[in-house]
């Protein structure tokens, strides 16, 4: 072990949030031994921002609660640990670890217990990487570092702690940790992985719970190295135990969105990861769409069901939670409406909860060159921009467009440069509309009405046999006009 002096490595106190060091002095007054560990200290010896600071500590969860009073909370099973609340900010404060015991380590090796108390020497050798393995004593300017860390600091190098096997096997979960620090500090990864970083090996992941496997896609997603990240997981054989239904293929859209999204987190904007679950399954709800199309069953109904069902299958690996589900099935319905919105709804959609990230959407499929969206997201994107007058021109060339298009035949509207078409027309008369021109801006409405019927009755495909039927309800119902801010979504099972 050596003792590096903090300041020698850049680090000083005046870094510090003041709630990490209230729960180190806190401690420290209480007698005991309290320390920064983990990504932390890493990140500050990188010359990067932390996005969150733990401690640790050789008290326990209830010294902890005495300590903090009501300030703390005990919680976790697997991992008891108090959550101490500092002002707004909330501190991990964990205890030192023993290695666990052989009795609480399932058949393949996972650890499913682990609250075995230690010394500070065997909690180090229980982290997973090197670089994540310093303890940082803040008030001394001292960091403990038991395995020369600071050199893989130096050579970019991410290590296993131990034997790379074993470290996997007790925790598939570090495959994920590995690449997403290797991804996100640009570090290499230690030979000695690589090598052992096999299909089987992967498999082990399969055995890992929904829900944790969901928070580690979270992290992957909002790290700001998502782009760096995805070919490595398909060549790593990680995509598929996360995505099984997913292509390992990054698509024109996914590679988009995954910059955006990079950037927007680089220039401090926050993202929603459920929205790239939105894209990553994407293809898939197409696809489940086309085959309720094919079943007969009306459009509505179809995308309805298809989210239903494609979100379904994702459960089974990653467990997204109801809320993140509904918003990602709502981006999707919004796709249809932003791309063939009824003229005399397009103001109130531009201004429903769900129209930023609907319109998003559209935009980076527009980007990424998806010929389907037919020029709407520029569209929209334009629209948003303009002033009432611009609106109402660019709704009626619209509207024009829209009946013109229908005549032809064709449900989707290819729209020109919203700019452009709104400085073509007559700018509509601001002030009086004369009667005659007022049954005249209303008459492609009422043909787009009678469109509207004629694009329902042809809707009727040939039903086929398989599982649904031409008896069966979902083929009956009317498509009901709805209005997306009431619809309330039903149980995903
Ligand atoms: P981040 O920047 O993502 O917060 P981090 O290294 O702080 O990175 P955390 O998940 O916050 O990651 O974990 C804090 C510390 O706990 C890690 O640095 C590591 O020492 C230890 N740790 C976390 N998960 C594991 C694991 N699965 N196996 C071993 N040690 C772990
Ligand atoms: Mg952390």
């Known amino acids: 072990m050596q003792t590096l002096r903090a300041s020698k490595c850049g680090l000083s106190t005046a870094q510090l949030p003041p709630s990490i060091l209230d729960v180190i002095d806190s401690l420290t007054k209480a007698g005991y031994e309290a320390y920064i560990v983990g ?22 969860p209830s010294q902890i609660k005495e300590v903090f009073g009501r300030r703390c909370r005990i919680i976790g099973r697997r991992f008891e640990l108090a959550h101490v609340y500092s002002g707004r900010e909330l501190i991990e404060v964990a205890t030192f670890r023993a290695p666990p015991k052989k009795a609480i380590t399932s058949a393949q090796g996972m650890i499913l217990r682990d609250n075995n108390w230690g010394t500070i020497e065997q909690d180090f050798s229980r982290r997973d990487f090197s670089i994540n393995s310093m303890y940082y004593q803040p008030r001394k300017d001292e960091i403990l570092d038991f395995c020369n860390a600071i050199d893989d600091i130096k050579s970019k190098t991410l290590r296993l702690l131990g034997d790379p096997t074993l470290r996997f096997e007790e925790d598939p979960v570090r495959m994920l940790r590995t690449l997403r620090f290797a991804a996100k500090l640009n570090f290499s990864i230690d030979p000695k992985i690589i090598k052992i970083f096999t299909h089987e090996m992967t498999d082990l992941l399969s055995d890992v719970s929904p829900h944790r496997l969901y928070d580690e896609s979270q992290k992957l997603f909002t790290m700001g190295h998502l782009q760096r990240v995805m070919p490595m997981l398909i060549e790593f054989g990680i995509w598929k135990q996360l995505f099984t239904d997913i292509t390992p293929e990054i698509t024109p859209f996914m590679e988009r969105v995954a910059r955006n999204t990079d950037q927007r987190i680089q220039m401090g904007k926050t993202i929603n990861p459920a929205f790239f679950y939105a894209v990553l399954l994407w293809n898939n709800f197409l696809a489940r769409c086309d085959y309720y199309h094919e079943k007969g069953v009306v459009a509505t109904e179809a995308r309805a069901q298809a989210g239903l069902d494609v979100l379904k299958r994702q459960a089974t690996r990653t467990i997204i939670p109801r809320f993140a589900e509904t918003f990602i099935r709502e981006v999707w319905e919004m796709q249809s409406r932003l791309l063939n919105p009824k003229p005399q709804q397009i103001e109130a959609l ?14 980076l499929r527009e980007k990424s060159n998806d010929p389907s969206t037919h020029g709407m997201g520029a569209w929209w994107e334009a629209y948003q921009d303009m002033s009432v007058d611009e609106k109402e021109r660019a709704i009626s060339a619209y509207n024009r467009q829209r009946a013109k298009s229908r005549r032809k035949g064709s ?29 005249r801006n209303n008459k492609p409405t009422s043909r787009a009405s009678s469109n509207d019927s004629r694009s329902r009755n042809d809707y009727k495909s040939p039903v086929k046999t398989g599982e649904i039927n031409a008896d069966h309800p979902i083929t009956k119902r009317r498509r009901v006009q709805r209005d997306l801010s009431k619809v309330v979504f039903g149980p995903t099972q």
């Open 39 to 60: 990504g932390g200290v890493r990140d500050l010896m990188l010359g990067l921002n932390p996005k969150d600071y733990d401690a640790v500590t050789n008290a326990t």
């Open 350 to 363: 531009s201004s429903h909860a769900r129209f930023r990230a609907g319109f998003d959407f559209l935009l």
């Open 411 to 439: 449900d989707a509207v290819v729209v020109e440069d919203p700019k452009a078409v709104t400085t073509q027309i007559e700018p509509l008369v601001k002030e009086q509309e004369t009667r005659s021109r007022r049954s």
